[in-house]
């Protein structure tokens, strides 16, 4: 993409009510654009980066069998009345409106309910077991703060995913294999040697669920963790959790971090609140066994730019950056450099590689200042060197290292 196509601008300063390192970094650099406290727009750039984490998030799910979906913002407020969530003392965050005609309803905060009723329709006998949906929604939640950016929003987007099983340990299997998958995910961002599955509360049915907290000093949460164990447990419930992984206090490092995934299980809770039942294969009736497994994807990319950006800018992992090279010419249009980088631009285009052109007229020192901003983890400069030697630098965001490159060598990397 050319750089003077791009309608996003970048700035200096970010507005003076933005509190969150995440929210005013992004801001600057034109990836988001603040409608209101914890309300985000996300522009070209930032939209990159959401469709990237999705994309790791959609292919570890389809591997273990997730089916993608997408269900309604609009929620029947009688359906959540069944498992007592309409009420405001039982859920704090919904957005409530009303029809035309004066009847209820709910702006999703979150899906266990609607799909758990939708799936009704599909599941009769144990011969439709077990199915595995996902989607990626944006939920809407009245949250009390919105101070972290879009770490916490109050539009936000999450992938949720909800597993139907016929048995507690074929379920017990399919929670064992989103441990993993969601292990793979935090890997292919680069957050794996610092996110760890953590003892949390369980909820109606089990003792415990598992959080994925990402070490990180914005997080809202402080969990202590065992780094021999790779495990860690949330504060709510450190006596518990310490009993269950077996450790003492002074064993375990208390810090900081965000929650960017949980998985949870609502054995046949919320299948007999509403209703969704199979027959065996001795035609005896049972309730399915359900769990869910949700992972933010925005409060994930707000993670990202805390643990990784520095005091030039924001600094993506290669695996979720909007391009991988941020191609920047010195040259003044028409000139022998200016001819050069258009020709590896297309180049670049044309091999598929994901790369940013700086073909703007504008002083060296403001484009590479600009380049730090946004972050793409390799700067290409095609300056005179490039012209006389066909050698490029190529410089690397995150560590400043610069390697000089040939035309060949840029293409095969
Ligand atoms: P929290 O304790 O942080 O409020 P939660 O327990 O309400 O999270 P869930 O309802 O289980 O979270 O949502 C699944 C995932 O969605 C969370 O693990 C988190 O990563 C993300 N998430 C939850 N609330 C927000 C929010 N307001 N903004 C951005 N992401 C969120
Ligand atoms: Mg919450």
Redesign the pocket.
């Known amino acids: 993409m050319r750089q003077s196509k791009l309608f996003t601008k970048t700035r200096r300063e970010a507005p003076a009510d933005e509190v969150a390192k995440n929210a005013q970094l992004l801001i600057r650099a034109g990836y988001i654009h603040k409608e209101m406290a914890?309300v985000y727009a996300y522009l070209p750039l930032g939209l990159r980066v959401v469709e990237r984490i999705k994309q790791i998030v959609r292919e570890e799910m389809n591997k273990i069998d997730g089916q993608e979906i997408i269900m309604t913002a609009l929620q029947r407020k009688e359906l959540w009345e069944v498992t007592d969530r309409w009420n405001d003392k039982n859920v704090d965050?919904w957005f409530k409106s009303q029809l035309k005609s004066g009847a209820e309803v709910g702006l999703g905060?979150?899906h266990e309910e609607p799909i758990t009723d939708m799936m009704k329709h599909f599941i009769a006998s144990y011969r439709d077991l077990p199915a595995y949906v996902y989607q990626f929604q944006t939920?809407l939640?009245n949250?009390l703060r919105?101070k972290?950016g879009?770490?916490?929003?109050?539009?936000?987007?999450?992938?949720?995913m909800y597993s139907y099983s016929v048995s507690e340990e074929e379920h017990q299997n399919f929670y064992g294999k989103t441990m993993e998958a969601y292990k793979r995910v935090f890997e292919r961002i680069g957050l794996g040697d610092r996110t760890f599955p953590t003892f949390?509360s369980g909820g109606a049915f089990t003792q415990f669920s598992h959080?994925?907290q990402t070490l990180c000093d914005a997080g809202?949460?402080v969990i202590y963790l065992h780094r021999g164990k790779g495990q860690a447990i949330n504060k709510e419930v450190l006596e518990s959790g310490m009993e269950q992984m077996g450790v003492s206090r002074d064993e375990l490092e208390e810090v900081r971090a965000?929650?960017?995934?949980?998985i949870?299980s609502f054995g046949d809770v919320k299948s007999k609140q509403l209703g969704l039942y199979f027959r065996d294969e001795d035609g005896v009736e049972k309730p399915v066994i359900l769990g869910?497994y949700?992972?933010?994807?925005?409060?994930?990319m707000?993670t990202i730019v805390e643990i990784f950006s520095d005091g030039k800018g924001l600094v993506w992992p290669e695996s979720v950056a909007p391009f991988k090279y941020h191609l920047v010419s010195l040259g003044r249009e028409g000139d022998d450099i200016s001819k050069l980088a258009e020709s590896v631009y297309a180049e670049l285009v044309e091999a598929d590689v994901e790369v940013l052109y700086d073909d703007r007229d504008l002083r060296a020192g403001e484009k590479f200042a600009e380049s730090d901003l946004l972050g793409m983890p390799h700067r290409i400069v095609v300056g005179k060197d490039a012209v006389a030697t066909g050698v490029f630098e190529v410089v690397r965001r995150v560590t400043g290292a610069v390697e000089k490159k040939s035309h060949a060598e840029i293409l095969a990397s």
């Open positions: 914890g965050v905060w979150s939920k939640r949250e919105a972290s879009i770490m916490r929003g109050r539009e936000f987007i999450m992938k949720d949390a959080e994925f809202e949460d965000a929650e960017v995934g949980n949870f869910s949700g992972i933010g994807i925005t409060r994930l707000g």
